[in-house]
């Protein structure tokens, strides 16, 4: 079943702007993992928050972890039409090694 | 390239057909997993090898659903008398998890359509 939610479901921007993405999950968590997915591809990994970690950056992506309201967002600076994708959040449990996917937010840069 | 590899990529099946895909992950990779993913979801999880060993499967792998891991290398994932709900992405990734969970690396996928 999945864990998490992302919201919203759908985002459609304009290329340059930022993009927010938000991840609600339910059960307490080792680490959260954000993942893209090219249409009808594989999933890339992006970047991984460790549940004792609150912010993290790499390159144009900015992530925060609240674990006291199960939260995460996702946030792409600068945004390209190349961003256009599936986002989704992954969480692992302490002692669990299986990834528990929400159910993605499809972003939509518009050239 | 040294990325995690899945084959076949597309796979069309008759109802009552058995299918088998494999997956060959990344050469120093000790844990192996599969998802399973369907159109507008996020992939669910299947089950995981740490080098041969099944550690876990989903209460979604029924009895029709087996998987291997000889040799702690490649794996394979068999359907047995499909179904048309088993019409799906089937995604394979890998992970070295020396020490707590680490990132996993997806492959491509492979697309079972059950006609």
């Known amino acids: 079943s999945q864990q998490g939610e992302e919201d919203p479901q759908a985002l459609s921007i304009q290329e340059g702007e930022n993009a927010t993405m938000n991840c609600s999950y339910k059960?307490?968590?080792?680490?959260l993992q954000w993942y893209r997915q090219n249409s009808g591809r594989g999933l890339v990994h992006l970047i991984l928050i460790r549940s004792n970690e609150r912010e993290k950056h790499s390159g144009r992506l900015r992530v925060t972890l609240d674990t006291s309201k199960k939260s995460s967002s996702l946030l792409i600076t600068a945004s390209r039409a190349a961003d256009t994708a599936s986002y989704f959040c992954?969480?692992?449990?302490?002692?669990?090694?299986?990834?528990?996917f929400g159910t993605g937010t499809r972003l939509t840069i518009i050239p | 390239d040294t990325g995690v590899s899945q084959n076949p990529r597309h796979k069309i099946t008759k109802r009552g057909q058995n299918v088998t895909f494999r997956c060959d992950p990344i050469?120093?990779?000790?844990?192996l997993y599969w998802y399973r993913q369907t159109l507008g979801q996020g992939p669910e999880f299947l089950t995981y090898f740490q080098n041969e060993a099944q550690l876990e499967k989903s209460r979604l792998l029924s009895d029709r659903f087996s998987a291997e891991r000889p040799k702690g290398s490649f794996s394979t994932l068999e359907i047995q008398r499909t179904e048309q709900g088993d019409s799906a992405m089937y995604l394979c990734?890998?992970?070295?998890?020396?020490?707590?969970?680490?990132?996993?690396?997806f492959g491509p996928g492979t697309r079972l359509t059950v006609t």
């Open positions: 990734a890998s992970s070295l998890a020396a020490r707590g969970t680490a990132e996993q690396y």
């Open positions: 992954a969480t692992a449990r302490f002692g669990n090694e299986k990834l528990t």
């Open positions: 059960t307490s968590i080792n680490n």
């Open positions: 050469s120093e990779h000790n844990r």
